[in-house]
């Protein structure tokens, strides 16, 4: 069973540039056919899926999100990541990963002053 875990900043101020990382265990971010998602929850709100990275490496972004968003991966370390630019508070959420019916357990980010 696909297993993960995420890491995230917690406090960031406005403006920042935050990354977050997901750790992939039990399967292949290369050989699985899941879309490796990130998809966050701002408080008071429903879900909102952010982007994808494929297992060819290939990515889809949000439209909203798009200019503001970039994901990636290493493959070595069977990790994918997530990085905002420019943030302000309307970023704080707690950030998940997602593989399918499998997800992490989220990371909180507050942006704040």
């Known amino acids: 069973q696909v297993q993960l875990q995420e890491s995230g900043p917690g406090l960031v101020k406005p403006s920042q540039t935050p990354s977050f990382t997901c750790t992939v265990s039990g399967g292949s971010l290369t050989t699985s056919y899941y879309y490796w998602s990130w998809i966050r929850q701002p408080p008071g709100k429903g879900q909102e899926w952010m982007g994808s990275?494929?297992?060819?490496?290939?990515?889809y972004y949000s439209p909203s999100l798009k200019s503001h968003t970039s994901i990636s991966r290493n493959t070595s370390k069977n990790q994918f990541s997530l990085q905002l630019t420019s943030v302000t508070p309307e970023d704080t959420a707690v950030y998940y990963c997602n593989a399918g019916p499998n997800w992490g357990q989220g990371t909180q980010v507050t942006v704040s002053s």
């Open positions: 990275i494929a297992y060819d490496g290939s990515t």
